[in-house]
């Protein structure tokens, strides 16, 4: 048990922890950030640390809260988008909800579409209204801000302390441009420094000055506020009399509008902050007016404390739900949507991840599109050995001649009929090799959530960080931190595609349903670009590693076993298939490479289904050479020890072969004969051998033209033919089992004078590489 005098002193120290801070909201942030992850469940002082923070907070709460009572924040918002919970949760970052006033809520906006044209005179009716009751008070504080498309980056002190301060009775926030109507700008007093012309998604002031401002003359809920605001300014009598003051160097606000290179971010003590770096200011509202709302979303990922260097993602967790695996009737309903719409290698393995999603199949509905005639043997396949675990389940043919912007659309009605709770878009690109991916993304509540998938080795991902105007990919700032995985967390981003989870709240709304026809934009683009119209927030998660992409572009079906040729553009992928279980343990420095000849090795390289596709593509192309020393295919078309055999080349396999001896011979060459080294191997005579009794049963003593030799078996001996194997001559020693999949090495030239021995029944196959000639 933990003593009362340590408690006591805990509480000291922990109270002058708390005191350092101003704002009630950083208190209790970042005290419980500190304490409850770092402490929480270890021992029995992560409790009382709590309980402690909790009464700490209370009571600094009541203070500040107390000297602020003088303060109330307006802002107006009449729908809970992702913008305006932002909002909320920066407001309660630094702890002023109870100052808040929110105007508008579930009512119709009446302002204009201020997308697209100037508006905006609602939100000044509704704020008339709002302070009828505090029109003589001239003590009272008022802070009014737009909600969407701000964040709050510091406490309600701070701002208030600043704007005293400034020696003003109503402050503006500043901007670069003046909008809406130019021609006012040469009336613009001259600014010796900082940003000219006002901007009205942010004000401060006291309530008798501000309430005058909004009487000076009527105005219609779709008229311009900011014209509004403007021309009160602009008005000399108005201004000296309230004493309108502008935040020129963003002391206060930053709007980002063509203002976005004037700030960075900084990391302190491991918490993010803004710094504007033309005037040296932090301001503590930061505004997306604009086209600059893409820039908010990016930084907003960072700021009001939602990302830390040292503890990660914070913002991760807000609205965040656990589901109980010892209760799958819990779990909400997902449709899975799959799309093939392109030929795609190593289908067969996403389809296996996708079956081993640990999410109860009682929950799931199955619809499956494939628009690729070639890979409907493996999509019947699938849905043949699982379909009827799901809750139900649809496909679409090829042959139904369905597009894709139909298809998508077909989907998404499917899990409006199945009244399902989450819509999990998967394009058969996406490799989900956590099995979790599904649960974790239904867990992190979000209108549209994606996983982090990367191309293996590349930078190559299924999210962009940012776009140009036209919009297309731009670098982000962090992107290849992301990518890296060397930031983890949740990201606000204004690009996804590939596999994302959608709250099927958005496709039961026609304001909300994703669009995938926008002009003549692809399905992919044009579900972002609708989104970012739409304010929808997009985020990439990559809490956790929730698999990868394969690459679809080198993909040929026209060639026999295509996958066979994905080495060089999907390694992960081709390794997984087919390279053997063992190889690893060919470098276990605790066993000792099998040697069943002098200085020849015996090591497990590649599985049995490779042999086999291999086999398949050499007897597809069917043209093996005569076996006659006349071979036109090499230099001086002259073979001295000629074998029935393809070459690599001739099926279209050399480079991705040489890649093979690079990557997966050259490690076991220097492994066992030490001290020979070269990078790349080279190797010119890389074929396939087919010994029969009629047509070449065996190959007469020779020595190899090369440094060391090559020779994985292909098929069985004993089951696939009788006889066969190399004898090497010198040592009187001869190989005659090797398994499929198996690589014999050996040196080519002077010791291991060798032979091929005679098959007796059957067909045997082997490949042959002479390496370093």
Not at 47 to 55: A, C, S
Not at 161 to 176: Q, T, Y
Not at 254 to 274: I, M, P, Q, R, T
Not at 465 to 473: K, P, R, S
Request: glycine share 6%; proline share 4%.
């Amino acid at each position: 048990m933990i003593g009362r005098k340590t408690v006591a002193l805990f509480s000291v120290l922990l109270l002058n922890y708390v005191n350092r801070f101003v704002s009630v909201g950083e208190v209790c942030f970042s005290a419980r950030q500190d304490g409850y992850e770092n402490a929480s469940y270890k021992c029995e002082l992560s409790n009382i640390f709590k309980e402690v923070v909790d009464q700490l907070c209370k009571k600094k709460n009541e203070t500040v809260n107390g000297a602020l009572n003088d303060v109330l924040v307006f802002t107006v918002a009449t729908a809970e988008t992702d913008g305006y919970r932002r909002y909320l949760s920066s407001v309660d970052t630094y702890g002023f909800r109870n100052n808040l006033n929110v105007l508008g809520m579930g009512e119709t906006w009446q302002g204009g579409n201020i997308m697209t044209h100037a508006g905006g005179g609602y939100k000044i009716n509704l704020l008339k209204k709002a302070l009828e009751n505090y029109k003589d008070d001239k003590e009272k504080i008022i802070l009014f801000t737009d909600s969407y498309d701000v964040i709050f980056l510091g406490g309600l002190a701070k701002i208030v302390d600043k704007f005293k301060n400034m020696n003003a009775r109503i402050l503006f926030s500043a901007e670069g441009s003046c909008w809406p109507d130019k021609s006012l700008a040469s009336k613009y007093p001259i600014a010796t420094q900082g940003k000219r012309f006002l901007n009205s998604g942010g004000f401060v002031g006291y309530f008798s000055d501000i309430y005058e401002i909004l009487h000076y003359a009527a105005i219609e809920n779709t008229d311009d506020d900011q014209l509004f605001f403007t021309k009160a300014y602009l008005n000399e009598n108005l201004r000296e009399k309230h004493n309108i003051k502008l935040d020129h160097k963003s002391d206060i606000f930053h709007n980002l509008y063509a203002a976005v290179a004037d700030v960075e971010l900084k990391f302190e003590g491991g918490k993010a902050s803004l710094v504007n770096s033309v005037y040296n200011t932090k301001p503590l509202i930061l505004h997306g007016n604009g086209h600059s709302k893409l820039s908010l979303n990016s930084l907003g990922n960072y700021l009001a404390q939602a990302w830390n260097s040292e503890t990660g993602c914070v913002m991760c967790w807000e609205g965040t739900i656990e589901l109980n695996k010892t209760m799958p009737e819990t779990y909400p309903v997902v449709v899975i949507a799959i799309f093939i719409e392109r030929s795609t290698p190593f289908l067969e393995e996403f389809f296996g991840l996708i079956y081993n999603q640990a999410y109860p199949k009682s929950k799931l509905h199955l619809f499956v599109r494939n628009n690729v005639e070639y890979h409907q043997p493996i999509a019947n396949e699938f849905m043949r050995k699982h379909a009827r675990e799901y809750r139900s389940y649809k496909q679409i043919l090829a042959s139904d001649n369905v597009n894709e912007v139909d298809a998508r659309n077909l989907a998404m009605d499917y899990c409006l009929l199945k009244q399902c709770s989450g819509y999990f878009s998967v394009d058969s690109i996406s490799h989900l090799d956590n099995e979790y991916t599904l649960k974790l993304l239904v867990e992190q509540q979000r209108g549209i959530v994606a996983p982090l998938l990367v191309r293996p080795y590349k930078m190559w991902s299924n999210f962009w960080g940012a776009i140009m105007d036209d919009g297309f990919y731009a670098r982000s700032f962090d992107y290849l931190e992301i990518v890296k995985n060397e930031r983890r967390g949740l990201w606000n981003v204004p690009f996804i595609n590939n596999c994302y989870l959608i709250n099927a709240t958005l496709i039961s709304n026609k304001e909300t349903r994703p669009s995938y026809s926008e002009g003549d934009m692809d399905t992919d683009m044009a579900f972002a670009h609708a989104n970012r119209e739409r304010l929808i927030f997009m985020y990439v998660s990559n809490r956790v590693d929730f698999g990868h992409l394969v690459n679809p572009d080198s993909y040929d079906i026209s060639m026999t076993n295509p996958d066979m040729y994905q080495m060089l553009d999907n390694k992960l992928d081709w390794e997984k298939r087919y390279i053997h279980e063992n190889y690893s343990e060919n470098f276990n420095p605790d066993k000792t490479p099998i040697q069943p000849c002098p200085d020849v090795y015996w090591f497990p390289i590649v599985n049995e289904r490779f042999t086999k596709e291999l086999v398949q593509i050499m007897e597809a192309y069917g043209k093996w050479s005569d076996g006659t020393n006349n071979d036109p295919r090499i230099d001086g078309g002259y073979e001295a020890v000629p074998t029935r055999d393809i070459h690599m080349k001739q099926v279209g396999f050399h480079e991705s072969w040489l890649y093979f001896l690079t990557e997966y011979v050259s490690p076991l060459q220097e492994h066992v004969f030490i001290g020979y080294y070269t990078s790349p191997p080279r190797a010119l005579m890389n074929f396939v051998v087919r010994y029969r009794p009629d047509e070449q049963p065996l190959l007469k003593p020779h020595h190899d033209s090369s440094t060391y030799t090559i020779n994985i078996a292909l098929n069985r001996a004993g089951v696939d033919y009788e006889g066969g194997g190399c004898r090497f001559i010198r040592y009187n020693c001869s190989v005659t089992d090797t398994k499929p999949g198996w690589m014999l090495m050996h040196p080519g030239r002077l010791t291991h004078y060798h032979e091929g021995l005679r098959v007796n029944n059957g067909t045997r196959y082997i490949m042959i590489s002479f390496i370093d000639p």
